[in-house]
């Protein structure tokens, strides 16, 4: 099974990244998202949720030369944290930790707690991540993503949905397909799963 050490190898980190178990993303599925940042080198990232992969994300950004990652973070302990990280490992330059509370959403007839998106600039997104807000919060956690944020999104444009083994996530990305008919949808089932959504 993939490591984060070889991860930390593989993107030329000088150190060990800071990983909490359980809450940072598996190594298998950052090494999903930077293989494809490397090769396609996305100028805007947005993450829905920020740590181990604001790091990841970020180092690719310093390799690409290019990028510029926007990560949405609901709990400001969290949000202060990877910004401190950020600085540790010099990747400030890429990488924009915004502190966006869960607050209610009303998406298709129902009310979410997600992200406030008011911090978060009117750019044009390449690569979405979402790995937050946490599934055991409400039905369909990470449902709102794609509707919230899909007047921002690229013409062309890349989805990672992190632990898409859950059956909730399964069930989310149908109401997704349902709704966006012009993505096309890979399911890898890695450590957690993991659903790639390309338009
Ligand atoms: C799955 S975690 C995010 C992981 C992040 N993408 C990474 O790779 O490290 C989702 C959210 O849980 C919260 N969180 C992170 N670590 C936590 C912890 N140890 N205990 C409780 N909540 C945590 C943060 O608000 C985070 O945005």
């Known amino acids: 099974m993939l490591s984060y050490l070889s991860l930390e190898k593989k993107l030329g980190f000088d150190k060990a990244m800071p990983v909490t178990e359980h809450w940072s993303a598996a190594p298998d599925f950052l090494a999903l998202v930077s293989d494809h ?3 396609e080198k996305p100028q805007v990232i947005v993450e829905c949720s920020s740590g181990t992969s604001s790091l990841v994300l970020s180092q690719c950004c310093k390799l690409n030369q290019g990028g510029r990652v926007f990560s949405l973070e ?3 302990e969290y ?4 910004t401190a990280q950020l600085a540790d490992f010099s990747l400030t330059e890429y990488c924009e930790v915004i502190h966006a509370p869960l607050q209610d959403t009303p998406v298709a007839e129902e009310t979410f707690q997600w992200y406030t998106l008011n ?6 997104i390449d690569l979405l991540v979402i790995d937050g807000p946490p599934g055991f919060l409400q039905k369909h956690s990470r449902y709102p993503a794609l509707p919230m944020l899909a007047e921002r999104l690229a013409k062309h444009c890349t989805v990672f949905l992190d632990d898409a083994a859950r059956d909730d996530e399964q069930a989310l990305v149908q109401r997704w397909l349902a709704a966006y008919p012009d993505f096309q949808v ?9 659903f790639i959504l390309k338009r």
């Open 79 to 82: 949000a202060t944290k990877t």
């Open 186 to 194: 890979e399911y890898i089932n890695n450590e957690r799963g993991c």
């Open 74 to 76: 609901n709990g400001e």
């Open 119 to 124: 911090a978060l600039p009117a750019v044009k």
């Open 37 to 39: 940042c490397l090769q």
